[in-house]
């Protein structure tokens, strides 16, 4: 696989308390062989954590940022993204209801963020997670934002994807033109339960997945492990980039 990968830096918190723990995790991701790293909230120093991952040549392909900032503040919020040299301002989690009502708020404020932003080169990309796979009227939660918003981009997440029930690489497809970020997330099923995994350990179909990526545009593919278990994070990001390189 020749395109670039990263790391959703979710996976690798509890090692960015400290400057000198950023640099470090920065310089693990570089060495294992990533090139971007997703933000996962709001920084406290915006140009301090830029140039740690400029000095280590790790480009900052998005962000989960505060949506909350973006709404109030869109002047803001784009500085903090120019610092960072990225024009990805992403939302990770939107508690949205089974009603329309509550849908056709989020619709109405995503459009609104991304239209605020759009003037200075910026894209507003929106991360699902399992409850944007259930019906509202006949469609899924997540088939409304889709239809109903304007440019607005998605942090598609294959793992909830799975949980939520649907064709992942339908979605894939459907998202064509609007998917800039592309979460890699393996999904284990065991006997009782199912778990999160590094890439390949679990049951996505990989092959296909990324097929069907290369066909419709996605520019950033992004590694993200919620839980690494037992195991070192820097460990399971390694043996996931090694299998992707194998795709």
Not at 3 to 11: E, H, S
Not at 41 to 67: H, P, R, W
Not at 119 to 137: D, L, R, S, T
Request: glycine share 6%; charged share 30%.
């Amino acid at each position: 696989m020749n395109k670039k990968v990263g790391v959703q830096l979710y996976t690798v918190r509890d090692f960015l308390n400290t400057d000198d723990e950023i640099m470090n995790t920065f310089k693990k991701l570089k060495d294992i062989g990533y090139d971007n790293i997703q933000t996962h909230c709001a920084l406290k120093n915006y140009d301090t954590f830029s140039k740690m991952a400029s000095d280590v040549g790790l480009e900052i392909c998005g962000t989960f940022d505060d949506f909350e900032m973006m709404q109030t503040d869109a002047e803001k919020s784009i500085e903090n993204h120019k610092k960072l040299n990225t024009k990805i301002m992403g939302l990770a989690y939107a508690d949205i209801k089974e009603n329309m009502d509550s849908v056709n708020s989020y619709i109405n404020k995503f459009n609104t963020v991304a239209k605020n932003i759009e003037p200075y080169g910026m894209k507003f990309a929106y991360h699902n997670h399992a409850n944007e796979f259930i019906k509202v009227k006949g469609k899924t939660i997540l088939d409304h934002l889709i239809d109903e918003t304007q440019n607005v981009s998605f942090c598609f997440d294959t793992y909830w994807a799975q949980v939520g029930g649907v064709d992942i690489r339908a979605y894939i497809k459907k998202l064509t033109g609007r998917l800039d970020i592309l979460h890699l997330k393996d999904f284990k099923r065991t006997r009782d339960a199912y778990t999160y995994a590094a890439i390949g350990d679990g049951n996505l179909n990989w092959e296909g997945i990324m097929y069907e990526a290369g066909c419709t545009e996605v520019k950033y593919y992004v590694v993200e492990q919620d839980k690494c278990y037992d195991e070192n994070p820097f460990d399971a990001l390694k043996r996931s980039r090694e299998y992707i390189e194998k795709l």
